[in-house]
């Protein structure tokens, strides 16, 4: 399948950059402030994708079980999200390819986006900290007025401010969060192989394309 691509929106941790050392970093300590035992990558793996409160929620759940999740999770979430601010960049890495290939991206026209279920701030730091402020149009974080995925709200919102269709765009990302968005959405999408889930995971949404390494999606988005 090819398509008249307009534009390529992007999901950010699994998907643009590897953040599991930050999300490793941040969980074990949170854990450790109240003495409950770390979790490891596998972990980690499963449980981000889905935001904050998520994430804390299970990790919490796993390493303290059922009461510890409802006591702690509030207390433990601000605890995260200040520790967040603090190692939000630790160990973090864009895959290997990607920045050549929003450059090639970018330098055909299309648009760029990152949507994210990651608070904006935060995701503003890694997306400036590691490709600049000039290669994407439009960095979409949770803010208290947006919904996270997989609510497709800001995703439409983000097309009719471009005046775009569905069809004129891309969604590319590593979660069965990522796939349920682009398909609430109308949008064709594109799982990354390379990110937090399994092929299994991604193949079971029936994605247009799964893609094995970043260079992949040029091909589908360029008119070449």
Same mark, same amino acid.
């Given at each position: 399948?090819?398509?008249a691509?307009?534009?390529?929106?992007?999901?950010? @941790?699994?998907t643009?950059?590897?953040?599991?050392?930050?999300?490793?970093?941040?969980?074990?300590?949170?854990?450790?402030?109240?003495?409950?035992?770390?979790?490891g990558?596998?972990?980690?793996?499963?449980?981000?994708?889905?935001?904050?409160a998520?994430?804390?929620?299970?990790?919490?759940?796993?390493?303290?079980g059922?009461?510890?999740?409802?006591?702690?999770?509030?207390?433990?979430?601000?605890v995260?999200?200040?520790?967040?601010?603090k190692?939000?960049?630790?160990?973090?890495q864009?895959?290997?390819?990607?920045?050549?290939?929003?450059?090639?991206?970018?330098?055909?026209?299309?648009r760029?986006?990152?949507?994210?279920?990651?608070?904006?701030?935060?995701?503003?730091?890694n997306?400036?900290?590691?490709?600049?402020?000039?290669?994407?149009?439009v960095?979409?974080?949770i803010?208290?007025?947006?919904?996270?995925?997989?609510?497709?709200?800001?995703?439409?919102?983000?097309?009719?401010?471009?005046?775009?269709?569905?069809?004129?765009?891309?969604?590319?990302?590593?979660?069965?969060?990522d796939?349920?968005?682009?398909?609430?959405?109308?949008?064709?999408?594109?799982g990354?192989?390379?990110?937090?889930?399994?092929r299994?995971?991604?193949?079971?949404?029936?994605?247009?394309?799964?893609?094995?390494?970043?260079a992949?999606?040029?091909?589908?988005?360029? @008119?070449?």
């Amino acid at each position: 399948m090819k398509f008249a691509c307009k534009a390529v929106i992007f999901d950010l @941790d699994g998907t643009l950059l590897n953040t599991i050392p930050a999300l490793l970093q941040t969980s074990n300590l949170t854990l450790a402030k109240f003495a409950l035992p770390p979790i490891g990558e596998a972990e980690i793996r499963r449980f981000a994708g889905d935001g904050v409160a998520k994430l804390v929620e299970r990790f919490l759940m796993h390493s303290g079980g059922a009461d510890a999740c409802r006591c702690l999770l509030p207390q433990a979430c601000q605890v995260y999200q200040e520790l967040f601010a603090k190692n939000c960049m630790f160990g973090v890495q864009p895959y290997e390819g990607m920045p050549e290939t929003l450059q090639a991206m970018h330098q055909a026209g299309l648009r760029l986006a990152v949507l994210t279920n990651k608070a904006q701030n935060r995701a503003e730091d890694n997306i400036f900290g590691l490709f600049g402020t000039n290669l994407f149009d439009v960095i979409c974080g949770i803010t208290p007025q947006r919904t996270p995925k997989p609510d497709a709200t800001a995703l439409l919102e983000l097309l009719r401010q471009w005046n775009l269709s569905p069809d004129q765009c891309l969604y590319v990302g590593d979660t069965n969060t990522d796939m349920l968005t682009a398909q609430n959405a109308a949008m064709p999408k594109a799982g990354a192989l390379w990110g937090f889930r399994t092929r299994e995971e991604l193949a079971h949404f029936a994605p247009e394309y799964l893609v094995a390494h970043p260079a992949d999606l040029l091909p589908i988005v360029l @008119d070449k």
